[in-house]
């Protein structure tokens, strides 16, 4: 069985799994592992998004 | 009769000894499932958690036809490849056993399958380090 995601897809199942492990991983408390594992989402797509409109500004 | 008693009586075992076997079982059977040192200390939604993102990563790196590295002594990125594919534990040795990841040179997003499956096997790494910090107490 194979399958074939987009860019934007590979990047968002990356983010969200790596971000579950960084919260349980790195925190001590339920709230804070939750916490942490927004921010990690949060940067990882912000960082993906920052890096795409990079690439099409240099483009340009 | 009170010694005969004390003789009937089995002795609880040590709970610092408790710990420290689990010390040395829980990293190993994290390893080989991820999530399962976790699992095994009665942290169940901790351990379930990982074992979701940890084989839902090395999975879909599978199905992304990503490469999966074997053990070699040539490039240093194919040894550090086989040393994150290794973290992985028993997904790994199931791979190679079916003969598995073999890679899809022709696609661009085989190359996220193999990173895929390089970050799952590290994180279960970290994963592992986290279930020896709780079963010697350093984390609850």
């Known amino acids: ?60 | 009769m009170a010694n005969s008693t004390q003789l009937k009586t089995k002795p609880a075992a040590d709970p610092a000894q408790q710990a420290n076997m689990m010390a040395v079982v829980a990293p190993a059977v994290g390893w080989l499932i991820p999530g399962a040192g976790h699992i095994i200390q009665k942290r169940w939604i901790r351990g379930l958690l990982l074992l979701a993102s940890i084989g839902s990563l090395f999975a879909l790196g599978l199905m992304m036809q990503g490469h999966i590295y074997k053990a070699n002594g040539g490039d240093i990125l194919d040894i550090l490849g086989f040393i994150g594919d290794l973290g992985a534990g028993g997904m790994y040795i199931v791979t190679l056993a079916m003969n598995g990841g073999q890679g899809a040179i022709a696609f661009a997003i085989a190359d996220y399958g193999t990173k895929f499956m390089i970050v799952a096997g590290l994180l279960n790494f970290i994963a592992v380090a986290d279930a020896y910090h709780i079963a010697i107490g350093k984390k609850r």
């Open chain 1, 1 to 60: 069985m194979t399958i074939q995601l987009t860019h934007f897809s590979a990047a968002f199942v990356f983010a969200l799994f790596a971000s579950i492990v960084f919260g349980i991983t790195h925190r001590e408390t339920t709230r804070d592992m939750v916490r942490y594992g927004l921010y990690c989402f949060a940067m990882f797509m912000g960082g993906v998004l920052v890096a795409g409109w990079a690439m099409w500004l240099i483009r340009r």
